[in-house]
């Protein structure tokens, strides 16, 4: 009932889809932000790219691409809201939009390949991005946010991690990226509880 409640609060609201994607190396990441939303108020479904959130319980006769032929996606029930194992499901599965409406946010542990990154269509995007000292992952971020800069689709980019490091991508994403997109990447590297300012600005990105 709740999931139903969700997709028509934001149908009446006219509101699209909000999906947000986590690119992190840490299997963590990904439910701490879907728990934020949840303390926010929002109906949450995380869905599981990589196969590292649940255990082998949550494995089922029918993999995830059935499950959507069938309009049965088999979730599991999670502190935070909803969970679903669908490794390697793409976002632009054309079931997955009408089941994604069921949702206030969709949290995405996004597979780290940024070159096969597609997105939903009609829905609005926000990604999360941890950004460490190492020069892979330096150079991974930006490449990664430069990635998002060139989907319109995309309404804001959160950096999390070493806060050195995250002001480092986020001035190179100012200088060298458009500044309709650049404005809308933040850090939150320096906040006390990085995943609860990520659901407060994500929030207001889909307000704007």
Not at 27 to 55: C, K, M, N, Y
Not at 57 to 80: C, D, I, K, V
């Amino acid at each position: 009932m709740s999931d139903q409640a969700a997709g028509l609060r934001r149908r009446a609201a006219r509101l699209a889809t909000r999906t947000v994607l986590v690119f992190s190396a840490s299997r963590r990441s990904a439910p701490r932000l879907a728990e934020a939303f949840h303390h926010r108020g929002g109906v949450v479904l995380l869905i599981d790219t990589q196969e590292r959130q649940f255990s082998a319980s949550a494995h089922n006769l029918f993999g995830w691409r059935q499950q959507l032929e069938r309009g049965q996606p088999l979730t599991l029930p999670m502190p935070y809201g909803e969970g679903w194992r669908a490794p390697g499901v793409r976002l632009d599965e054309p079931a997955l939009s009408a089941m994604a409406r069921r949702y206030d946010v969709v949290v995405f542990d996004a597979v780290p390949d940024a070159g096969e990154l597609v997105l939903m269509p009609g829905a609005t995007h926000l990604a999360a991005i941890e950004v460490q000292v190492s020069v892979e992952s330096l150079h991974y971020a930006y490449r990664l946010v430069k990635t998002l800069a060139q989907r319109p689709a995309v309404a804001g980019v959160g950096l999390f991690g070493d806060v050195a490091a995250c002001a480092r991508v986020l001035a190179a994403s100012g200088n060298f990226l458009d500044s309709a997109f650049s404005d809308t990447v933040c850090s939150v590297a320096a906040e006390t509880d990085v995943f609860a300012a990520l659901a407060i600005r994500m929030s207001a990105e889909e307000a704007v």
